[in-house]
């Protein structure tokens, strides 16, 4: 079935850092792929997305490439800052338009000052 | 973007009884709405889909009978655990679809920890 295997957390870093968080997954057909983003005390919130190979999902400063060839989609950011402590998650729905979405386990992310 | 509301954010219960919880979309119509349940350090995991004004669609492995799901308004949907036990303790989350966004817009509630002793 789908999966989605993200990088285990947690994960601490300086403001400003670089961030990588990888995600690869495991589908059928070919689906779409999805950032979630969960603060303190909130619902999960959609970050970015991608729908086909190649496609790049950027938000916030946020980027993630959809990847077929290594079946990846992992997230970037150039500089952190310390409100994007939360923890992330990868997701995947295995085709467009279908609404079942399959999660990766979530990475907390906390930056320091 | 829209408001999903989960209520109560947490509940501790007494095992054998039951627990309903509530997703409201606050400020547009969900036809379909989404109930997971998330255990420490694992991933959400789809139980059951909610469509307004028919029964809900469950998951392999999640027993009806147990997680009674009811989608009678389009704002709102609920889950009731009956005769909850122990095991039945974990993270719930609802989510909702936004008809008016593509297939893949969803609004996610807050959560509702589920505490049977």
């Known amino acids: 079935g789908d999966s989605v295997t993200q990088m285990e957390g947690p994960v601490t870093l300086s403001e400003e850092a670089f961030l990588t968080i990888n995600c690869t997954y495991t589908a059928t057909g070919y689906p779409s792929l999805f950032w979630y983003v969960q603060y303190p005390g909130e619902g999960l919130q959609l970050l970015l997305k991608a729908t086909k190979a190649d496609d790049k999902g950027s938000n916030k400063g946020f980027e993630a490439t959809y990847r077929k060839e290594t079946t990846s989609f992992h997230l970037e950011k150039g500089s952190v800052q310390v409100s994007d402590s939360a923890v992330y998650f990868c997701?995947?729905?295995?085709?467009?338009?279908?609404?079942?979405?399959?999660f990766g386990t979530g990475t907390r992310l906390t930056i320091i000052p | 973007g829209a408001v999903v509301s989960q209520h109560p954010s947490w509940v501790i219960c007494k095992s054998g009884t039951s627990v309903k919880i509530e997703c409201r979309s606050l400020?547009?119509?969900?036809?379909?709405m989404f109930w997971y349940r998330q255990f420490p350090k694992q991933s959400l995991m789809l139980m059951a889909t909610s469509n307004e004004g028919s029964k809900a669609t469950y998951e392999q492995g999640v027993e009806k009978d147990k997680f009674l799901i009811n989608h009678a308004s389009l704002t709102l949907s609920t889950l009731t655990v009956t005769s909850a036990h122990p095991e039945d303790s974990s993270f719930y989350i609802c989510?909702?679809?936004?008809?008016?966004?593509?297939?893949?817009?969803?609004?996610f509630g807050p959560g509702t920890r589920l505490t049977v002793l």
């Open positions: 989510s909702a679809r936004d008809p008016r966004g593509r297939g893949d817009t969803q609004y």
């Open positions: 400020d547009f119509q969900a036809t379909t």
């Open positions: 997701a995947l729905s295995a085709d467009f338009g279908n609404e079942k979405l399959t």
